[in-house]
């Protein structure tokens, strides 16, 4: 299983940005996989997750992000970004079915992509 995360970059506050996961190894049909972030001197946490295309979010990326998925590559297309959103962002898939209710556990997810910064700064 590989996960390869790429899209990063600087961006104005109100910018948007594009980041891609292309996967290999698994079907995304039957796993999920989600976006989680690091902010510089913060723990991880998670943003959005798709398993069997029902859609996950955390509170900060509702509204302002939008997660999506073709046959072997998911989508976190995030609009309106805020200097809060800086952080190094990681895809993730998970061996396991989950359910929805850990769907945000990121302790639950076995195979990590190299992360993609993201930069939101005037």
């Known amino acids: 299983v590989q996960l390869q995360a790429s899209g990063g970059g600087l961006v104005t506050p109100g910018g948007s940005l594009r980041l891609s996961c292309a996967v290999s190894?698994?079907?995304?049909?039957?796993?999920?996989i989600a976006w989680f972030r690091q902010p510089p001197g913060k723990e991880r946490e998670f943003v959005a997750g798709?398993?069997?295309?029902m859609k996950f979010y955390a509170h900060p990326a509702r509204g302002r992000f939008t997660i999506s998925r073709d046959i072997n590559t998911v989508h976190l297309q995030m609009n309106i970004l805020k200097p809060e959103d800086t952080a190094t962002y990681y895809c993730?898939?998970?061996?396991?079915?989950?359910?929805?209710?850990?769907?945000?556990?990121?302790?639950?997810?076995?195979?990590w992509g190299q992360g993609t910064l993201v930069t939101v700064s005037s």
């Open positions: 993730a898939s998970s061996s396991l079915r989950l359910p929805s209710g850990l769907m945000r556990d990121s302790t639950r997810y076995d195979y």
């Open positions: 190894g698994f079907s995304l049909d039957d796993y999920p």
């Open positions: 798709i398993r069997n295309n």
